[in-house]
């Protein structure tokens, strides 16, 4: 269930129909709160309810996911955020990502963590390796993971973005 509001901000602006999902519907303990960026379009709320709740994973510091929480918010799309590295939700969300998206395509193969493993660790990598590696390094899962619930998006195009989500 989600209460159905409007916010007016200080300025007296007004966003319209807001979803927000009641406290017993936040998923993870420790994950953050939802966050809803600037003033959304009707179309994207109508979009966004069909999608029911999109969660962000990744890591806060990466710049890749600060350019896809800055076009969320820029799109007023709502979404919560899970840092998989504080979190630890990586390992239980792995087998369902990579059955959506394969194991390759999570797999960041160009990122710091991938360089810094061994010869060995990084030779012959094949589906039962990949899942060790990014459960024991979740830093080599390619970031962000946005999961509408009907989709499953690896990295971030703002094109693609667009094309799913709006």
Not at 1 to 18: D, P, Q, W, Y
Not at 34 to 62: D, E, W, Y
Not at 66 to 74: Q, R, S
Request: with cysteine; hydrophobic share 45%.
């Amino acid at each position: 269930m989600v209460a159905e509001n409007s916010i007016i901000l200080a300025t007296g602006e007004r966003l319209g129909a807001v979803l927000i999902p009641l406290p017993w519907q936040y998923g993870n303990p420790g994950s953050e709160p939802v966050r809803i960026g600037k003033p959304a379009t009707t179309q994207s709320f109508n979009n966004m309810s069909a999608n029911k709740h999109c969660r962000l994973f990744g890591i806060k510091n990466c710049d890749t996911m600060k350019k896809a929480m800055t076009w969320l918010d820029a799109h007023g799309l709502a979404y919560e955020f899970v840092d998989y590295k504080k979190a630890g939700v990586a390992a239980a969300h792995l087998p369902d990502w990579a059955a959506r998206a394969g194991w390759e395509t999570l797999l960041n193969r160009r990122g710091l963590m991938w360089k810094k493993l061994s010869e060995a660790e990084r030779a012959d990598v094949d589906s039962a390796k990949a899942m060790r590696l990014m459960t024991d390094y979740p830093a080599l899962i390619k970031r962000p993971v946005l999961d509408t619930g009907r989709d499953l998006l690896v990295g971030f195009s703002p094109e693609i973005y667009a094309a799913k989500l709006l």
